[in-house]
């Protein structure tokens, strides 16, 4: 399919026990041949010295050679473990190309993989999410992306498509007659079943940023009860200041921690009450900025005050699948249990500074998110924006299909609307032929994948 042979280090540069460095392409077999002086088994671990063009021994390493094709890329391909260090890995690069190989672009080893037909595009951008995944939930979706889970979800909408067009084109041969309305009811029911299964699938996005991005979590309550104490205490670092004297947090902080399977980015907020001062009150909108963006809220009282007093504008944000209230310093004598406050949502009782009930705080952040967010467990998730247009674009031509259907339009308006919409579709696991898309995409890889 292509000429050249390339090559790239599939590892960071930098110092570490091994690199890894492949090279995909044609010449791959001749060139093991020539460096080791012998035709190493396929796919065996092999241990060699690599012998430069020059004669000399750059390294003593252990190698696998994918022969016949039975590779990531579909090609002849070479996987060399040489040692760790970025010079050495440089020479072996240097090497291999006046033995005349070509440095990979970005993404190139996994592109060969998807025009060998070793993945479908699909597939490919999620080895992309598989690599940038930071908490076990964006990794298991990422890695069901991989086996395929979004090329099945669309390739079955695709087949229930193909079957809908092939009932429509029977009509297309007698094509003075307009599709009588007992025979338009039953595709453009199916077709309504279509367009609510792709909302749902379209829908699972929201989701994508929870998981990639991380869940927001927003702490907030009035000054002075803990907030930051608590990121503190939640983090396990000094990360903010605390301070005996209120209004201390003025912009807002974010930290990453991660809850079970969950990344969350948790944000300490100014506290809420009426500013003294105009930096404060710059501070307190900000903070009700926060509010209005968040997934999760954290409102921490102080269980030693009475009732606080948080703006309605705030009450009303809070409920029971968004909202966790967090009764801080329980550790002190004077702390009633403040259960009457924004009673339908879950309450917790906690010391974030001698760090007590912080796991009950984390069992309840992990219900808020399992039962508020309802982040889908199973099914597809889809996380690339261009498969989202490319579906919502698909749904443009289907309502275009049912609105002729529905007008008693000629077979051919209907059939013809399906087409592009089966086309839209096409381009979400590769039926594709669209060269500058497929250089988007596999430029947004690391050299070496
Ligand atoms: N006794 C006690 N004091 C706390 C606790 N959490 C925070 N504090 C104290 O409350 C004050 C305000 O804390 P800080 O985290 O700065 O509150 P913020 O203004 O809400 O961010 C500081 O003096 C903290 O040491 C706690 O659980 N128990
Ligand atoms: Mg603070």
Known sequence: MTADTIVAPATANGEAALAVIRVSGPAVPVLAQAIFAKTPPPRRVT?????????????????????????????????????????????????????????????????????????????????????????DRALQTARRQLAGSVGRAVNSLVDSLLQITAALEAYIDFPEEDLPPEDSAGP??????????????????????????????????????????????????????????????????????????????????????DATSDLEEQGIHRSLQQIESADLLLVVLDSTRQSPTLPDVVIDALHENNTVIVENKTDLVISPILEGFAASCPHVRISASKHTGLDELRSAILNALEDGLLIPDESAVIVSARHASALQDAKVSLGNALNNLNKNSPAELAASDLHAAIQSMGAITGKIDNEDMLDHLFNQFCIGK
Not at 89 to 100: A, E, M, P, T
Not at 231 to 250: C, K, M, W, Y
């Open 47 to 135: 241990l060699g010295n690599y012998t430069s063009l020059e004669g000399e021994i750059i390294d003593s390493l252990v190698y696998v050679l994918y022969a016949d094709k039975k590779s990531y890329t579909g090609e002849h391909l070479l996987e060399l473990n040489p040692h760790g260090n970025p010079w050495l890995v440089r020479k072996i690069l240097d090497d291999l190309i006046s033995r005349g190989c070509r440095l990979a672009e970005a993404g190139e080893f996994t592109r060969r993989a998807f025009l060998n037909g070793k993945l479908d595009l699909s597939q490919a951008e999620a080895v992309v999410q598989v690599i940038q995944a930071r908490s």
């Open 188 to 273: 453009s029911n199916s077709l309504r079943n279509l367009i609510a299964e792709m909302d749902y699938l379209i829908a699972t996005r929201q989701y994508s940023s929870l998981l990639h991005d991380g869940v927001k979590c927003v702490i907030l309550g009035e000054p002075n009860v803990g907030k930051s104490s608590l990121l503190n205490a939640l983090t396990g670092e000094d990360r903010v200041i605390v301070s005996a004297e209120p209004g201390t947090t003025r912009d807002y902080v974010e930290e990453r921690i991660h809850v079970g399977p969950y990344l969350l980015r948790i944000i300490d907020t100014a506290g809420i009450h």
